[in-house]
């Protein structure tokens, strides 16, 4: 223990020397990072100095060539009046513009009252006297159940309709709506039509530059293939006598139709 005390005194002695030796180096250290410094606001006033001489020279330079002879104005007397040539081809060519899109919207309604086509989506409205089964079962108790019927049936389907000029009621449309008749089609899956339907209908044409146009109609639709019960089935009724599964057949069903295209 008294070795270890004795010892202290020596350690710190050594530590302070060591201190002593790096004062020095941190001090010259200082002075150059303080040199550093000094250069580098040296440099910056000489560069702010040097960017104000030369903003005093472009402001110099600006104002000299601000101050210059008044521009002559043009002699009216003097000026050559526009070749008539010229004129004429400006006129004709702005009656060619005109006479372009004049002849591009007369097409179009031309095109407009014409047999078009249009992709539509409609609802039927079944008129028949039987109900269109989807799907039927045999509850616990024997008795025939309607699981899904298709009364009111929306599809989309194919139309062509062809308009005529709205004339026949007075006034004038402009070849922006007409109306006229109109067949549509489903295409089938198993058979090649599933229905086909017949009516009148209205369109609208979006602008007289386009021969598109929002149409909405109105008629009767057959379904050829549409399934119902069978003979002697009736829905919430047992099943005839001798019978264990429920029949269905198909028949023709009609029905009223409403219908909005878009004519292509």
Do not use: C, K
Request: hydrophobic letters at 40%; zero cysteines; aromatic letters at 6%.
């Amino acid at each position: 223990m008294a070795t270890t005390i004795l010892a202290m005194p020596g350690a710190v002695f050594a530590q302070a020397e060591t201190l002593d030796q790096e004062i020095p180096r941190l001090e010259a250290e200082q002075q150059a990072i303080a040199e550093r410094l000094a250069a580098a606001r040296m440099a910056r006033q000489t560069r702010i100095a040097e960017l104000r001489a030369e903003l005093a020279m472009l402001e110099q330079a600006e104002a000299s060539r601000s101050v210059a002879a008044p521009a002559t104005q043009p002699n009216p007397e003097e000026s050559e009046p526009p070749a008539p040539e010229d004129d004429q081809a400006a006129a004709g060519q702005a009656q060619q513009t005109l006479t372009d899109r004049e002849r591009r919207r007369r097409e179009e309604t031309e095109n407009f009252f014409d047999t078009n086509f249009g992709l539509g989506l409609s609802l039927t409205r079944d008129l028949g006297d039987n109900d269109r089964i989807a799907a039927a079962e045999l509850d616990p108790n024997g008795i025939v159940r309607i699981t899904d019927e298709e009364n009111d049936l929306a599809r989309l389907m194919l139309e062509a309709h062809h308009f005529f000029t709205p004339s026949i009621f007075g006034g004038d449309s402009e070849g922006l709506w007409g109306w006229g008749p109109f067949v549509a089609v489903q295409p089938g899956e198993g058979e090649i039509i599933d229905a086909v339907a017949a009516g009148l209908m209205v369109g609208f044409r979006y602008s007289r530059e386009s021969s598109n146009s929002f149409n909405i109609g109105i008629g009767y639709i057959v379904d050829p293939n549409t399934q119902i019960l069978g003979e002697g089935i009736v829905a919430n009724q047992p099943l005839p006598e001798g019978e264990t599964e429920i029949r269905f057949r198909e028949t023709s069903q009609h029905g009223l139709l409403i219908m909005t295209s878009f004519s292509f």
